[in-house]
T-cell receptor, first 114, second 111 residues
Framework: GENVEQHPSTLSVQEGDSAVIKCTYS??????FPWYKQELGKRPQLIID?????GEKKDQRIAVTLNKTAKHFSLHITETQPEDSAVYFC?????????????FGTGTRLQVML | DTAVSQTPKYLVTQMGNDKSIKCEQN?????MYWYKQDSKKFLKIMFS???????INETVPNRFSPKSPDKAHLNLHINSLELGDSAVYFC??????????FGPGTRLTVL
């Protein structure tokens, strides 16, 4: 089955700096790669996703890049703010389809320091 | 206007008891899921249902039994609770594009 590795497990940055989180996946058939943000005691919330027919996607301060050949994808957050502090999860799936399931990475705890 | 809701939010119970968690979505999605998040925050899928039919069962102990009375509801019943079942359980639903939306979670503590 799919295996998703995520690095680093913790990341501390100064407010205003950029943060990068990297994930690799094992199944070359995976074609959907979402990123979730989970604040303490809250639900995971989708912040951005990318599909395998796209190499990069941006949404304001957040961007995701995908390298299908190398089987890795990354989350980039620019101009970090204290409210960006949370645990971030990458995931991968083969979809769409009724049997599609997300395999999550192990999470990155991002701390943005004032 | 909550999209995916779960009850209860907290559940504290003794070992050996049986308990249920309920989930409802009003997004009109066909697919619903149960995930378990352990103390290390690792999120792992347990079950997936599509239009009331079990699609994915990730080798979860048979003490866990999901039930989907209709495509908007997915419940999780757990028999003979064990200490290792303590975790946060998230329900989720997805649209045809596989975008998954999570419920608020149920924190289960087994004493």
């Amino acid at each position: 089955g799919e295996n998703v590795e995520q690095h680093p497990s913790t990341l501390s940055v100064q407010e205003g700096d950029s943060a990068v989180i990297k994930c690799t996946y094992s199944d070359s058939a995976s074609n959907y790669f979402p990123w979730y943000k989970q604040e303490l005691g809250k639900r995971p919330q989708l912040i951005i996703d990318i599909r395998s027919n796209v190499g990069e996607k941006k949404d304001q301060r957040i961007a995701v890049t995908l390298n299908k050949t190398a089987k890795h994808f990354s989350l980039h957050i620019t101009e970090t703010q204290p409210e960006d502090s949370a645990v971030y999860f990458c995931a991968a799936s083969i979809g769409p389809g009724t049997a599609s399931k997300l395999t999550f990475g192990t999470g990155t705890r991002l701390q943005v320091m004032l | 206007d909550t999209a995916v809701s779960q009850t209860p939010k907290y559940l504290v119970t003794q070992m050996g008891n049986d308990k249920s968690i309920k989930c409802e979505q009003n997004l009109g999605h066909d697919t619903m899921y149960w995930y378990k998040q352990d103390s290390k925050k690792f999120l792992k899928i347990m079950f997936s249902y599509n239009n009331k039919e079990l699609i994915i069962n990730e080798t979860v102990p048979n003490r866990f039994s999901p039930k989907s009375p209709d495509k908007a509801h997915l419940n999780l019943h757990i028999n003979s609770l064990e200490l290792g079942d303590s975790a946060v359980y998230f329900c989720a639903s997805s649209d045809y594009k596989d975008t998954q939306y999570f419920g608020p979670g149920t924190r289960l503590t087994v004493l």
